[in-house]
Nanobody
């Protein structure tokens, strides 16, 4: 069994920052890529950012480029999402995903990932 645990969500004013963390545990898996997705009320889950764990290359959805940064700590089996200049439109539940097994890099669709965390709520007030 593989577990992904997100943390770091919360309530922040527009223009503020949050840092999300995702810790992986359990049996070994490929961990070829890890990603962050988000889902706002009444909307589909959407891709935010992905990181290739071996090469460190990254990919972002256009709406967060220049504001969000995905990073990793392979030794601790963790992935992070630094979110700056937050906007009310960033309000959503943020999910960590791992193991790009059903698609190819950068893996922008939820079905492409094998494992998911439970999510952490991010609320940005105007």
């Amino acid at each position: 069994q593989v577990q992904l645990a997100e943390s770091g969500g919360g309530l922040v004013q527009a223009g503020g920052s949050l840092r999300l963390s995702c810790a992986a545990s359990g049996r070994p898996f490929s961990r070829n890529a890890m990603a962050w997705f988000r889902q706002a009320p009444g909307k589909e889950r959407e891709f935010v950012a992905a990181i290739n764990r071996r090469e460190g290359s990254t990919y972002y959805v256009d709406s967060v480029k220049g504001r969000f940064t995905i990073s990793k700590d392979n030794a601790k089996d963790m992935v992070f999402l630094q979110m700056n200049s937050l906007e009310p439109e960033d309000t959503a539940i943020y999910y960590c995903a791992a193991d790009l097994t059903r698609g190819r890099w950068p893996g922008i669709f939820p079905y492409e990932y094998e494992y998911w965390g439970q999510g952490t709520q991010v609320t940005v007030s105007s």
